[in-house]
């Protein structure tokens, strides 16, 4: 692979090194999903031209710039994860207040976003040092952009980034509940092995929309967008789409959910009938998914006595 870059180093240089790269800088550096063609040209000069790049994974950053054809020796990588991150980062600052510039990168993407690196970069912040950012990929970014949802009279604009939730199914069932009415796109990142899980604590969404995004940019790459409460199904109808890494976005609601006619009706046998005789008559009336209606049950029956209370 390394040979097929060579003519794409000689181009990032003479396209990158007009811009002023400071020394005693952290650059955040943004690094593909998967596809390594998606790499930026700022990017392969900056990673060539720092004196040590941090990174999630050492191991995985040194065949990624070998594939590039850039030749870093160990002692110029230093691990910066999870686990050590406030601990790495003072290593790091004691870099840049000798004058080097340090990059760092995550395993893929954009550091900082569900990745590490928000803690180092608010460490060199907090030493009045300076952090420059190098754009590139997201998987957030990236799905968001063919999910097509569009801001209209139904629909609120912008979108919120969870990323994952609790891998625990209490807390992610109640994570899951407080999107129910959620005007704005949702965009959530889960495991292979949690996948199918997330896929049957949205099933209570209903009819909302989720798209989901199988290993972007990879030789498999998958897009597709279902019902909330046929994903689980999605899933089961092959079981190469269980592998991989996954973006999903979860379509906006209506912007009038919260107080549409349903929650009134619904608020309106609840103070008059048991709760799952009320969900039941909601249902029949509106034709909305039962399990959805039960949710939205129980967030207006704990509303309600926590109110009493």
Partial sequence: MSALFTSVLAASAEAASGQHYPQGTLYVVATPIGNLADISLRALHVLGLVDAIA????????????AYGIDRGANQLIA??????????QTVVEHLRQGQRVAYVSDAGTPGVSDPGARLVATVHAQGLRAMPLPGPSSVITLLSVAGITED????G?????????????????????????????????????????????AVLGLRKVTVGRELTKQFEEVATVNAENLAAWFAQDANRLR??????????????????DTR??????????L????????DISGEPRNALYQLALTLKNSSDATDA
Avoid: W, Y
Wanted: charged share 20%; hydrophobic share 45%; proline share 6%.
């Fill in 158 to 202: 912008g979108f919120l980034f969870i990323g994952f939730l609790s891998p625990k199914a209490t807390e992610r069932d109640r994570a899951v509940q407080s999107l129910m009415t959620q005007e704005r796109a949702v965009v959530l990142l889960e495991a292979p092995h949690r996948i199918e899980a997330l896929a049957q604590a949205l």
């Fill in 55 to 66: 990174c999630e994974d050492t191991r995985h950053t040194q065949s990624l710039l070998r």
């Fill in 244 to 261: 991989g890494e996954f973006a999903l976005v979860l379509h906006p609601a209506p912007c009038t959910a919260a107080a549409g006619p």
């Fill in 80 to 89: 910066v994860h999870q686990h050590n991150e406030a601990q790495a980062a």
């Fill in 276 to 283: 799952k005789t009320a969900v039941k008559l909601a249902a």
């Fill in 153 to 156: 009279s139904t629909h609120a």
């Fill in 265 to 274: 009706v619904l608020k309106l046998l609840l103070e008059q009938l048991p």
